[in-house]
């Protein structure tokens, strides 16, 4: 039977003959639950529900649930129907199939089954309660009305005309079922198109346009931070009572309970196209007739970013996202903790706005679970809930914070010492469990988190506030945009690439980057779109800057005689500053201010039309000196800068007020308090710009070549990439020409499969091969100096010295395998490195033959008090090679001791076919690490198993020890001859670990591969691409401009005292014997400051933050003034 038919028959007094049957009623909607009801009534030996979502999945309401349940009908969830059996024309069972999931990750009803299992139920009568569509059946192809892939009307959605001239169609044969409201609309929009087509008028000239002319105010304003009320409890009759017939068991509300109800806030607050955003806009930035455009474009090359978007947590029912108000995802959470998101920083429940005190972390929701078809790790979770963690800590030191993790991967540069932080100096708990389920106390709205802890036994523990660390998935466009391009995705979406080349796809000149490739965090981003820049550059090479206009400026006004006459621009930056700070009384306050010849506010000083203005005010007024109060000069200055430029000033000229960042952020709660410190900020700002003098930048030629140091495959790939651009590269090989590859050498094969020595080979021969690339082996730099742009260093091989100019550097000095000290390696003959067994196992196979065992220790010389780092490829190159082992002999042995399994991104797969395959992981604690003894050429290996909670005897034919990647001993000279930074563990530092993962602080140089961090072949390589587009960035500009912010040296001061030679980071400072003073090239310079503050005679001044600016400012300050409010 049908459910709405069985419900209209049984209101029509022809319900059939249910008495004594057995119903089993499909569906989990609100009609289902009607169904089953009705059906209940009427006699039936018992009713079912069978249904394919989750209790919380349900489309049903919950009060029709719940009123379901209470007269004892039973719902069984996550069945669907695979065959309904009916021999003869009567139906005697039912066949259903496990559901695996209902809704797709965008959230589309999309349900997928395990066809293998299944159950069977015996019934006499199914009613089915799933649903309902058009029937339009009656169409044939004469009709010549065209239908979508749904099987719908193909309607135009503003005029509802069809494919057939004088046909209009709505409601849902077009959008399929949808609300009562929508029809009516559809109604009315074709009976206008039907009155015009009649009229011989155009279907849609004029029907953008209102309904209603707009008006400021007859609008009612929706409530803000409205607090969340319950819907009033609907008073019922008994519910023995409700089984006796049909009667209304709703008893309705009493007066009081119906005005509350009436007067809770239900959040309406949905557009319905009234237009007002348009009034109340100020920026004037909606425009609701904008209609989509088609633009064609011809290019050279296409990079596909399409980023990501997060698991959606309600598909993990068990946790409770969306049910209880107290359970958020990792990304609301971060929203919370920021000083611009709803708490203003300071954490607060959403159920109450209480401040939580315990809160929990669960790790791994929507990442290497096979449940729902995610089976690759997320990358990212692990390190951003131990950051939120800290950062919830440092808020309020009473919060107890909890992390439940399978594995914690800190696989990144620098990141295990921040787990270790979060341990050790924050308390931040760490619970190596998955949690099985979270539920709510209805009265207090804790949450209560059920685990196994490490001992095996059941537990559960309240919190305050659960954060559910949601993985990555890509964007949902992007699945679009690959079938478009005709690319190839794996089966979660994410894009194929070639061997070794991540940021290639299946078609050339086709590149992607980002998330798309594959899970990853900020700085492999940010390098990875580097990389892409530079493939693509590869290919446009002979067409780089045809396309480019030089902008002009108009000549620069000398104002050196001119008083000062200073311009102020107050900005709102929305409601970020002028939702706190009086942004108009700061600007009449300016106004004020001595040499201050103009004043004022605007709603966004940034936008393009704010800009303008400016110019206009500056020529208008005859300004000479530019304030801007607004947000960070990190962010804006430039913008700012450049626009004096425009009018004719020079660039040094301006100075910011931050009184977003200094003020509004952080001042939220004090409005007038703000307002006042707002003016002192802008008093000081205009004092400081009054004593401001235009400076000179002045411009140089770029030397055209660059210089690569190091022969490892990052060497190869930097020059290869920037030759390929076309300029010139010089390689420096630290070591002879056999070793070209560095560590990739003595590698054969990638965890993925691939070969690697006949990939190397190519590399070499390209090297070898390429017209702009000259290298020299075995190669000492000796000497080097200059600046960016315009290198000079002295090269130093066998027989030969040469002196080479450069505009750019890339730093690739490559890595070492450790050699370690423990374990009986190097005193035992079958103890191996990973590296080692690779080897063996490439060119002598049959090492694995036999009845052999292998023991694998993983964390080798890594993760230890004298290296606390994670040298990230080990875990991957153990279960690398336990694959190997097991290809060539499936009856091998393999265990692997480890602390953390880090198979990070895709290669979590390999890591469950290791698995699969029988290999066996065992975890030890650092406490307890394993112990080895001999015994003739076998190996007696004894580890405590954290698992089990047992000590286990392992016998080996092989001891193969996961020794950690080290950096290459000549770093530190290559280090001390750049004057290059070098980390705690002896690898390269780059200038911002996030936002700058390949430079240098020093301008114009450049790292990657194993001389930056351990990585994997195939992102050494992506990191040195992104390298030389960094570098190739420099290059291809013709000039350069040096000067401006730079120290300088006043030589009736310098008395050679050789301090500022000492505390340069860079450098720069150097003897002048001629003159019998220090000399500072401007060119070199980088403006940090450092000499000056360090010089005892205060010789040095760094022009544009000069004494005299700083004290001007200082003064500004009334300090009894302040010291009063």
Same mark, same amino acid.
């Given at each position: 039977?049908?459910?709405?038919?069985?419900?209209?028959?049984?209101?029509?007094?022809?319900?059939?003959?249910?008495?004594?049957?057995?119903?089993?009623?499909?569906?989990?909607?609100?009609?289902?639950?009607?169904?089953?009801?009705?059906?209940?009534?009427?006699?039936?030996?018992?009713?079912?529900?069978?249904?394919?979502?989750?209790?919380?999945?349900?489309?049903?309401?919950?009060?029709?649930?719940?009123?379901?349940?209470?007269?004892?009908?039973?719902?069984?969830?996550?069945?669907?129907?695979? $065959?309904?059996?009916?021999?003869?024309?009567?139906?005697?069972?039912?066949?259903?199939?496990?559901?695996?999931?209902?809704?797709?990750?965008?959230?589309?009803?999309?349900?997928?089954?395990?066809?293998?299992?299944?159950?069977?139920?015996?019934?006499?009568?199914?009613?089915?309660?799933?649903?309902?569509?058009?029937?339009?059946?009656?169409?044939?192809?004469?009709?010549?009305?065209?239908?979508?892939?749904?099987?719908?009307?193909?309607?135009?959605?503003?005029?509802?005309?069809?494919?057939?001239?004088?046909?209009?169609? #709505?409601?849902?044969?077009?959008?399929?079922?949808?609300?009562?409201?929508?029809?009516?609309?559809?109604?009315?929009?074709?009976?206008?198109?039907?009155?015009?087509?009649?009229?011989?008028?155009?279907?849609?000239?004029?029907? $953008?346009?209102?309904?209603?002319?707009?008006?400021?105010?007859?609008?009612?304003?929706?409530?803000?931070?409205?607090?969340?009320?319950?819907?009033?409890?609907?008073?019922?009759?008994?519910?023995?009572?409700?089984?006796?017939?049909?009667?209304?068991?709703?008893?309705?509300?009493?007066?009081?309970?119906?005005?509350?109800?009436?007067?809770?806030?239900?959040?309406?607050?949905?557009?319905?196209?009234?237009?007002?955003?348009?009034?109340?806009?100020?920026?004037?930035?909606?425009?609701?007739?904008?209609?989509?455009?088609?633009?064609?474009?011809?290019?050279?090359?296409?990079?596909?970013?399409?980023?990501?978007?997060?698991?959606?947590?309600?598909?993990?029912?068990?946790? #409770?996202?969306?049910?209880?108000?107290?359970?958020?995802?990792?990304?609301?959470?971060?929203?919370?903790?920021?000083?611009?998101?709803?708490?203003?920083?300071?954490?607060?429940?959403?159920?109450?706005?209480?401040?939580?005190?315990?809160?929990?972390?669960?790790?791994?929701?929507?990442?290497?679970?096979?449940?729902?078809?995610?089976?690759?790790?997320?990358?990212?979770?692990?390190?951003?809930?131990?950051?939120?963690?800290?950062?919830?800590?440092?808020?309020?030191?009473?919060?107890?914070?909890?992390?439940?993790?399978?594995?914690?991967?800190?696989?990144?540069?620098?990141?295990?010492?921040?787990?270790?932080?979060?341990?050790?100096?924050?308390?931040?708990?760490?619970?190596?469990?998955?949690?099985?389920?979270?539920?709510?106390?209805?009265?207090?709205?804790?949450?209560?988190?059920?685990?196994?802890?490490?001992?095996?036994?059941?537990?559960?523990?309240?919190?305050?506030?659960?954060?559910?660390?949601?993985?990555?998935?890509?964007?949902?466009?992007?699945?679009?945009?690959?079938?478009?391009?005709?690319?190839?995705?794996?089966?979660?979406?994410?894009?194929?690439?070639?061997?070794?080349?991540?940021?290639?796809?299946?078609?050339?000149?086709?590149?992607?980057?980002?998330?798309?490739?594959?899970?990853?965090?900020?700085?492999?981003?940010?390098?990875?779109?580097?990389?892409?820049?530079?493939?693509?550059?590869?290919?446009?090479?002979?067409?780089?800057?045809?396309?480019?206009?030089?902008?002009?400026?108009?000549?620069?006004?000398?104002?050196?005689?001119?008083?000062?006459?200073?311009?102020?621009?107050?900005?709102?930056?929305?409601?970020?500053?002028?939702?706190?700070?009086?942004?108009?009384?700061?600007?009449?306050?300016?106004?004020?201010?001595?040499?201050?010849?103009?004043?004022?506010?605007?709603?966004?000083?940034?936008?393009?039309?704010?800009?303008?203005?400016?110019?206009?005010?500056?020529?208008?007024?005859?300004?000479?000196?530019?304030?801007?109060?607004?947000?960070?000069?990190?962010?804006? $200055?430039?913008?700012?800068?450049?626009?004096?430029?425009?009018?004719?000033?020079?660039?040094?000229?301006?100075?910011?007020?931050?009184?977003?960042?200094?003020?509004?952020?952080?001042?939220? #709660?004090?409005?007038?308090?703000?307002?006042?410190?707002?003016?002192?900020?802008?008093?000081?700002?205009?004092?400081?710009?009054?004593?401001? $003098?235009?400076?000179?930048?002045?411009?140089?030629?770029?030397?055209?070549?660059?210089?690569?140091?190091?022969?490892?495959?990052?060497?190869?790939?930097?020059?290869?990439?920037?030759?390929?651009?076309?300029?010139?590269?010089?390689?420096?090989?630290?070591?002879?020409?056999?070793?070209?590859?560095?560590?990739?050498?003595?590698?054969?094969?990638?965890?993925?499969?691939?070969?690697?020595?006949?990939?190397?080979?190519?590399?070499?021969?390209?090297?070898?091969?390429?017209?702009?690339?000259?290298?020299?082996?075995?190669?000492?730099?000796?000497?080097?100096?200059?600046?960016?742009?315009?290198?000079?260093?002295?090269?130093?091989?066998?027989?030969?010295?040469?002196?080479?100019?450069?505009?750019?550097?890339?730093?690739?000095?490559?890595?070492?395998?450790?050699?370690?000290?423990?374990?009986?390696?190097?005193?035992?003959?079958?103890?191996?490195?990973?590296?080692?067994?690779?080897?063996?196992?490439?060119?002598?196979?049959?090492?694995?033959?036999?009845?052999?065992?292998?023991?694998?220790?993983?964390?080798?010389?890594?993760?230890?008090?004298?290296?606390?780092?994670?040298?990230?490829?080990?875990?991957?190159?153990?279960?690398?090679?336990?694959?190997?082992?097991?290809?060539?002999?499936?009856?091998?042995?393999?265990?692997?001791?480890?602390?953390?399994?880090?198979?990070?991104?895709?290669?979590?797969?390999?890591?469950?076919?290791?698995?699969?395959?029988?290999?066996?992981?065992?975890?030890?604690?650092?406490?307890?690490?394993?112990?080895?003894?001999?015994?003739?050429?076998?190996?007696?290996?004894?580890?405590?198993?954290?698992?089990?909670?047992?000590?286990?005897?392992?016998?080996?034919?092989?001891?193969?020890?996961?020794?950690?990647?080290?950096?290459?001993?000549?770093?530190?000279?290559?280090?001390?001859?750049?004057?290059?930074?070098?980390?705690?563990?002896?690898?390269?530092?780059?200038?911002?670990?996030?936002?700058?993962?390949?430079?240098?602080?020093?301008?114009?140089?450049?790292?990657?591969?194993?001389?930056?961090?351990?990585?994997?072949?195939?992102?050494?390589?992506?990191?040195?691409?992104?390298?030389?587009?960094?570098?190739?960035?420099?290059?291809?500009?013709?000039?350069?401009?040096? #000067?401006?912010?730079?120290?300088?040296?006043?030589?009736?001061?310098?008395?050679?005292?050789?301090?500022?030679?000492?505390?340069?980071?860079?450098?720069?400072?150097?003897?002048?014997?001629?003159?019998?003073?220090?000399?500072?090239?401007?060119?070199?310079?980088?403006?940090?400051?450092?000499?000056?503050?360090?010089?005892?005679?205060?010789?040095?001044?760094?022009?544009?933050?000069?004494?005299?600016?700083?004290?001007?400012?200082?003064?500004?300050?009334?300090?009894?003034?302040?010291?009063?409010?």
């Amino acid at each position: 039977l049908w459910g709405v038919e069985f419900l209209k028959d049984t209101a029509s007094g022809r319900a059939p003959d249910l008495k004594g049957k057995r119903v089993i009623v499909i569906g989990g909607g609100n009609v289902a639950m009607d169904v089953a009801r009705t059906a209940q009534r009427l006699g039936p030996q018992e009713v079912r529900i069978f249904c394919l979502e989750t209790r919380e999945e349900m489309p049903a309401s919950p009060w029709e649930v719940e009123e379901a349940e209470a007269e004892g009908i039973p719902i069984i969830h996550r069945w669907g129907v695979k $065959e309904i059996k009916s021999p003869a024309g009567q139906v005697t069972g039912i066949e259903l199939k496990a559901v695996a999931r209902v809704f797709d990750e965008e959230g589309r009803f999309a349900p997928t089954y395990f066809e293998d299992q299944t159950r069977s139920e015996t019934c006499d009568v199914v009613i089915l309660a799933i649903g309902q569509r058009a029937n339009l059946q009656f169409l044939t192809e004469a009709d010549g009305l065209e239908l979508t892939p749904r099987g719908l009307i193909k309607a135009d959605p503003e005029t509802k005309a069809t494919s057939r001239e004088g046909v209009f169609a #709505g409601g849902d044969v077009v959008s399929g079922p949808w609300i009562a409201i929508a029809a009516v609309a559809d109604g009315r929009e074709a009976a206008e198109s039907i009155d015009r087509y009649l009229r011989g008028l155009d279907l849609k000239q004029g029907r $953008e346009l209102p309904l209603r002319p707009i008006k400021e105010g007859h609008w009612n304003p929706l409530p803000e931070k409205e607090p969340r009320k319950a819907r009033a409890p609907m008073p019922h009759l008994p519910v023995e009572k409700w089984l006796e017939g049909f009667q209304e068991i709703n008893l309705g509300y009493e007066a009081e309970q119906a005005m509350a109800e009436a007067s809770r806030c239900i959040n309406c607050g949905v557009c319905s196209e009234c237009l007002q955003c348009v009034v109340a806009c100020e920026a004037g930035a909606i425009d609701h007739k904008q209609k989509p455009r088609t633009l064609e474009l011809e290019v050279g090359a296409v990079i596909l970013a399409p980023g990501f978007r997060p698991f959606e947590a309600r598909r993990k029912a068990e946790y #409770g996202y969306g049910r209880y108000p107290n359970v958020v995802t990792s990304l609301e959470f971060e929203r919370l903790l920021s000083a611009t998101g709803p708490c203003a920083g300071h954490v607060r429940r959403p159920s109450d706005g209480a401040e939580p005190r315990r809160l929990a972390w669960i790790q791994c929701v929507g990442s290497r679970d096979a449940s729902i078809g995610r089976e690759y790790c997320s990358y990212v979770c692990c390190m951003y809930a131990a950051k939120q963690a800290i950062i919830a800590k440092e808020h309020n030191p009473q919060v107890e914070a909890t992390v439940f993790f399978i594995d914690f991967r800190a696989q990144g540069k620098g990141f295990d010492r921040y787990y270790q932080r979060a341990r050790e100096t924050h308390g931040v708990r760490f619970i190596r469990s998955l949690p099985s389920r979270v539920t709510q106390n209805p009265r207090t709205h804790h949450l209560e988190i059920t685990f196994v802890d490490e001992h095996g036994r059941i537990r559960a523990e309240e919190f305050d506030l659960v954060v559910l660390s949601v993985g990555l998935r890509p964007h949902p466009s992007a699945e679009r945009l690959a079938q478009v391009l005709g690319l190839d995705t794996d089966a979660y979406g994410f894009i194929k690439n070639p061997p070794f080349q991540l940021i290639s796809t299946s078609r050339e000149g086709i590149f992607a980057c980002g998330v798309y490739q594959s899970p990853k965090d900020i700085p492999e981003t940010v390098g990875q779109a580097s990389a892409a820049a530079a493939a693509a550059a590869a290919l446009l090479a002979e067409a780089r800057g045809t396309m480019l206009t030089k902008p002009e400026y108009p000549e620069e006004r000398d104002i050196c005689t001119e008083e000062p006459r200073i311009g102020v621009f107050v900005c709102h930056c929305g409601i970020n500053i002028a939702g706190v700070v009086d942004v108009a009384a700061v600007a009449d306050y300016a106004r004020r201010l001595p040499q201050v010849i103009y004043a004022d506010h605007y709603m966004f000083t940034c936008s393009s039309d704010s800009l303008e203005k400016m110019r206009q005010v500056i020529q208008a007024y005859g300004l000479n000196r530019v304030v801007v109060a607004s947000c960070s000069p990190r962010t804006h $200055e430039a913008l700012f800068q450049e626009n004096l430029r425009k009018s004719g000033l020079n660039k040094y000229l301006f100075e910011m007020a931050n009184i977003r960042d200094q003020d509004s952020w952080v001042h939220q #709660g004090e409005p007038e308090l703000a307002t006042e410190k707002a003016k002192e900020l802008v008093k000081m700002a205009v004092a400081r710009a009054a004593a401001l $003098e235009p400076l000179k930048e002045l411009p140089f030629t770029v030397t055209p070549s660059a210089l690569v140091v190091g022969n490892g495959l990052s060497a190869l790939t930097a020059a290869l990439t920037i030759a390929d651009a076309g300029y010139q590269v010089h390689l420096a090989a630290l070591e002879e020409r056999f070793a070209f590859g560095g560590l990739a050498h003595k590698q054969h094969y990638t965890l993925e499969g691939y070969e690697i020595q006949p990939f190397i080979r190519r590399m070499v021969e390209k090297v070898d091969n390429h017209p702009r690339i000259r290298w020299w082996p075995n190669t000492r730099i000796t000497s080097f100096s200059g600046h960016v742009g315009n290198f000079r260093s002295t090269l130093e091989y066998p027989h030969e010295r040469r002196d080479l100019q450069y505009g750019a550097a890339v730093i690739a000095t490559g890595g070492i395998e450790y050699k370690p000290t423990e374990y009986l390696y190097g005193r035992h003959e079958r103890v191996l490195t990973q590296m080692e067994l690779e080897n063996r196992l490439a060119t002598e196979p049959e090492i694995a033959a036999g009845d052999l065992t292998f023991v694998m220790i993983q964390c080798v010389g890594s993760r230890s008090p004298e290296h606390p780092y994670c040298s990230r490829v080990c875990c991957g190159e153990a279960i690398k090679n336990a694959l190997k082992i097991k290809e060539i002999n499936p009856r091998a042995h393999v265990f692997i001791l480890y602390r953390d399994i880090r198979t990070y991104g895709l290669k979590e797969i390999y890591y469950k076919k290791a698995r699969d395959l029988g290999v066996r992981f065992i975890r030890y604690e650092p406490e307890e690490p394993p112990t080895v003894r001999a015994d003739g050429i076998r190996l007696d290996i004894s580890v405590f198993d954290q698992n089990l909670k047992a000590t286990l005897a392992l016998r080996a034919d092989y001891l193969v020890l996961s020794a950690a990647i080290r950096p290459h001993p000549l770093s530190a000279e290559i280090a001390q001859i750049f004057k290059l930074p070098l980390d705690a563990d002896g690898f390269f530092m780059e200038a911002h670990l996030k936002l700058r993962p390949l430079d240098f602080a020093a301008s114009g140089i450049f790292l990657c591969g194993l001389a930056h961090s351990p990585k994997f072949f195939e992102e050494s390589i992506a990191q040195a691409q992104g390298a030389a587009a960094r570098a190739i960035g420099i290059l291809a500009q013709k000039q350069l401009f040096v #000067g401006g912010a730079v120290a300088w040296v006043d030589p009736l001061k310098c008395v050679l005292c050789l301090t500022c030679m000492r505390t340069c980071p860079f450098g720069v400072p150097r003897v002048n014997a001629a003159e019998g003073v220090i000399q500072i090239d401007p060119a070199a310079c980088q403006g940090c400051g450092n000499c000056a503050s360090a010089c005892p005679r205060k010789a040095i001044e760094v022009f544009h933050y000069r004494d005299r600016q700083f004290v001007s400012q200082i003064c500004a300050i009334d300090l009894e003034e302040m010291a009063a409010s």
